[in-house]
């Protein structure tokens, strides 16, 4: 055992944690689509939905998923950009393509057979500690440790661990730690367990200790610590960019562009957008839409200014609706070989914009095309 753990574990009454938490999970949990069975690519596509997401905004996501990709064959064989598309809104968009690009790898490697030990599964993209772990315990009941962020919570708690949990020798400690704790033959509904309590009772403001499974053996509670559990040291405040996005229309028609290959957002849709500071921002657009596409825009009218969050990042856009300053006029094929765009910006019907991936800001910004035209 982990020398480590083994401080920790030490007077800990492991026996009867086990039955405590098992007792209360087989009562509790929750009903969930990807719980109705045990099939290893539906509890992999689950937990990639939901790291980062709120159980119930994945549910639907999930069962529009399934309903599209049945199975891990009907997954690696579809399109990236259709894979975007049902995962439109989800965010983290990194987690859909690197899901298609390792469910890939798993068809033509392993035959289509996701891997049944840590060390392959873990080769896979996307693929980390934690999502291995849920797939090795939750489908083919192996003792491995699944430690997400409600884990971390439950065990720090539990065994009063006054280490910063966003360390990763933290985190390599509570899974040394679950490692010792998941009872023989009882790996998935554990883990699932421990995942389930820290979701509806140990939360991470008010953990609802009175009515708690496991009360009785936690050190937090009977220290009256649970509220400064786990110890997260502050994080930097995540930094804002100023953005100011172009709608440029052309009657039916507005200008779209693909996001880059790689890095934030990679290769979804969006209007046109540059960072401006200071100058004025509908000029800063207009020049940017005359330099970049040789395109002469006039403003119409300013829209609501879109915010978002990313994990270390604001955006904040400011919206304008610009028209071309001479129409285009033609159809749009014409238009799109007059303009000789740059290849991932396209003049696109208002109508068909549904076709395209966008991320959640633009999505807002959609909308309000929409609504507005
Ligand atoms: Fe969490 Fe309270 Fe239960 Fe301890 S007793 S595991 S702090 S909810």
Same mark, same amino acid.
């Given at each position: 055992?982990?020398?480590?753990?083994?401080?920790?574990?030490?007077?800990?009454?492991? %026996?009867?944690?086990?039955?405590?938490l098992l007792y209360w999970f087989?009562?509790?949990?929750?009903?969930?689509?990807?719980?109705?069975?045990?099939?290893?690519?539906? *509890?992999?596509?689950?937990?990639?939905?939901?790291?980062?997401?709120?159980? %119930?905004?994945?549910?639907?996501?999930?069962?529009?998923?399934?309903?599209?990709?049945?199975?891990?064959?009907?997954?690696?064989?579809?399109? +990236?950009?259709?894979?975007?598309?049902?995962?439109?809104?989800?965010?983290?968009?990194?987690?859909?393509r690197n899901l298609h690009q390792?469910?890939?790898?798993?068809? +033509?490697?392993?035959?289509?057979?996701?891997?049944?030990?840590?060390?392959? *599964?873990?080769?896979?993209?996307?693929? =980390?500690?934690?999502?291995?772990?849920?797939?090795?315990?939750?489908?083919?009941?192996?003792?491995?440790?699944?430690? %997400?962020?409600?884990?971390?919570?439950? *065990?720090?708690?539990?065994?009063?661990? +006054?280490?910063?949990?966003?360390?990763?020798?933290?985190?390599?400690?509570?899974?040394?730690?679950?490692?010792?704790?998941?009872?023989?033959?009882?790996?998935?509904?554990?883990?699932?367990? $421990?995942?389930?309590?820290?979701?509806?009772?140990?939360?991470?403001?008010?953990?609802?200790?009175?009515?708690?499974?496991?009360?009785?053996?936690?050190?937090?509670?009977?220290?009256?610590?649970?509220?400064? $559990?786990?110890?997260?040291?502050?994080?930097?405040?995540?930094?804002?960019?100023?953005?100011?996005?172009?709608?440029?229309?052309?009657?039916?028609?507005?200008?779209?562009?693909?996001?880059?290959?790689?890095?934030?957002?990679?290769?979804?849709?969006?209007?046109?957008?540059?960072?401006?500071?200071?100058?004025?921002?509908?000029?800063?657009?207009?020049?940017?839409?005359?330099?970049?596409?040789?395109?002469?825009?006039?403003?119409?009218?300013?829209?609501?200014?879109?915010?978002?969050?990313?994990?270390?990042?604001?955006?904040?856009?400011?919206?304008?609706?610009?028209?071309?300053?001479?129409?285009?006029?033609?159809?749009?094929?014409?238009?799109?070989?007059?303009?000789? $765009?740059?290849? +991932?910006?396209?003049?696109?019907?208002? =109508?068909?914009?549904?076709?395209?991936?966008?991320?959640?800001?633009?999505?807002?910004?959609?909308?309000? $095309?929409?609504?507005?035209?």
């Open positions: 055992m982990d020398q480590a753990a083994e401080k920790y574990l030490a007077a800990f009454p492991v %026996d009867r944690f086990q039955k405590q087989e009562r509790n949990m929750r009903q969930l689509p990807w719980r109705e069975d045990r099939d290893p690519y539906k *509890i992999w596509v689950s937990e990639v939905m939901l790291q980062q997401t709120q159980v %119930d905004t994945v549910i639907p996501y999930y069962k529009r998923f399934m309903e599209r990709f049945p199975t891990l064959e009907a997954l690696a064989e579809a399109d +990236e950009e259709e894979v975007l598309k049902h995962w439109e809104g989800l965010g983290y968009y990194s987690r859909a390792a469910v890939k790898e798993v068809k +033509e490697r392993y035959g289509g057979q996701v891997p049944e030990n840590r060390e392959d *599964i873990s080769t896979l993209k996307g693929v =980390g500690p934690y999502t291995a772990g849920a797939i090795l315990s939750i489908a083919y009941g192996q003792r491995e440790p699944a430690v %997400d962020g409600n884990v971390l919570r439950v *065990i720090s708690r539990l065994l009063y661990i +006054e280490e910063d949990i966003q360390k990763v020798k933290t985190r390599r400690l509570v899974e040394a730690i679950v490692q010792c704790l998941i009872p023989e033959g009882r790996a998935s509904y554990f883990n699932q367990g $421990l995942m389930e309590l820290g979701a509806l009772v140990c939360t991470p403001k008010s953990p609802h200790c009175l009515t708690c499974p496991v009360h009785e053996v936690c050190l937090a509670y009977q220290q009256g610590v649970q509220s400064q $559990l786990p110890v997260k040291a502050k994080k930097k405040k995540p930094k804002t960019v100023k953005l100011v996005a172009g709608v440029l229309t052309d009657g039916e028609q507005v200008l779209i562009r693909q996001r880059p290959n790689s890095g934030l957002l990679a290769k979804l849709y969006e209007f046109p957008n540059v960072e401006w500071y200071g100058h004025e921002p509908a000029e800063t657009i207009s020049r940017y839409l005359f330099e970049t596409y040789g395109l002469r825009a006039e403003t119409v009218e300013e829209w609501p200014l879109v915010q978002h969050t990313f994990t270390h990042l604001i955006w904040e856009i400011r919206v304008y609706r610009l028209q071309l300053a001479e129409p285009l006029g033609g159809t749009l094929k014409s238009a799109q070989n007059r303009l000789s $765009l740059a290849s +991932e910006t396209r003049w696109e019907r208002i =109508g068909n914009l549904d076709r395209y991936p966008f991320p959640v800001s633009h999505q807002k910004i959609k909308k309000e $095309l929409r609504q507005r035209l």
